[in-house]
């Protein structure tokens, strides 16, 4: 089945640039959604259809998808956004739904 | 606004049956738009995806291969909520249940909407 590979962890400062990857293969031509989730909480859509972003959604969040590789960035993070983000597509040689493994970003 | 009500034992036997409830508000089960979904997360196997039940001129299931077997996902359109049964479960059922609404109907849809989880336990 198709496997979305994600770093276990980054780590940015207050007010800089956060990168999160999703490798997986030809990524670029999928539709690929990402959540973030806090402890205790339920998994929120933050972008979605690669970069779309939701109702609610700072503009700070924004996502890219070409090739190998889906990107989630988070312009000048907070400490509030420290939390677990995942990806997600839709895997259709298995009719499945996949998740990426989670980076947990930490907000320095 | 939508909103996802889950409900349901916290605490299962081995091979008996897990069942969960998860009632919508602000939208309908029956609606030929969204798609209505059960994902399960425990630290072994991540978010973990298992089927969904929507309605377009009639009713149609999609189901995770690895659970296809064991689990049933039924609407309820009397009390507009849908359910999951999980039959002859395992310590490795052990996870956080969640319901989430599918964006639209397509195989590629995002999950929009989610309830609060439900913590399954399987033990004797």
């Known amino acids: 089945s198709y496997v979305l590979t994600q770093p276990p962890s980054v780590s940015v400062a207050p007010g800089k640039t956060a990168r999160i990857t999703c490798g997986g293969n030809?990524?670029?031509?999928?539709?690929v959604h990402w959540y973030l989730q806090k402890p205790g909480q339920a998994p929120v859509l933050v972008i979605y259809?690669?970069?779309d972003r939701p109702s609610g959604i700072p503009e700070r969040f924004s996502g890219s998808n070409s090739g190998n590789t889906a990107t989630l960035t988070i312009s000048r993070v907070e400490a509030g956004d420290e939390a677990d983000y995942y990806c997600q597509v839709w895997d259709s040689s298995s009719d499945l739904r996949v998740f990426g493994g989670g980076t947990k970003l930490t907000v320095l | 606004q939508v909103q996802l009500q889950q409900s349901g034992p916290g605490l299962v036997k081995p091979s008996q049956t897990l069942s969960l409830t998860c009632v919508i508000s602000g939208d309908s089960v029956s609606s030929n738009r969204a798609a209505w979904n059960w994902i399960r997360q425990s630290p072994s196997r991540g978010l973990e995806w298992l089927g969904r039940t929507y309605y377009r001129s009639k009713w149609y299931n999609d189901y995770a291969e690895s659970v296809k077997s064991r689990i049933t996902i039924n609407p309820d359109t009397s009390k507009n909520q849908f359910s999951l049964h999980v039959n002859s479960v395992t310590p490795e059922d052990t996870a956080i249940y969640y319901c989430a609404r599918d964006l639209n109907q397509q195989y590629g849809s995002p999950l929009d909407y989610w309830g609060q989880g439900t913590l399954v336990t399987v033990s004797s």
């Open positions: 259809y690669d970069s």
């Open positions: 030809n990524i670029g031509s999928e539709n």
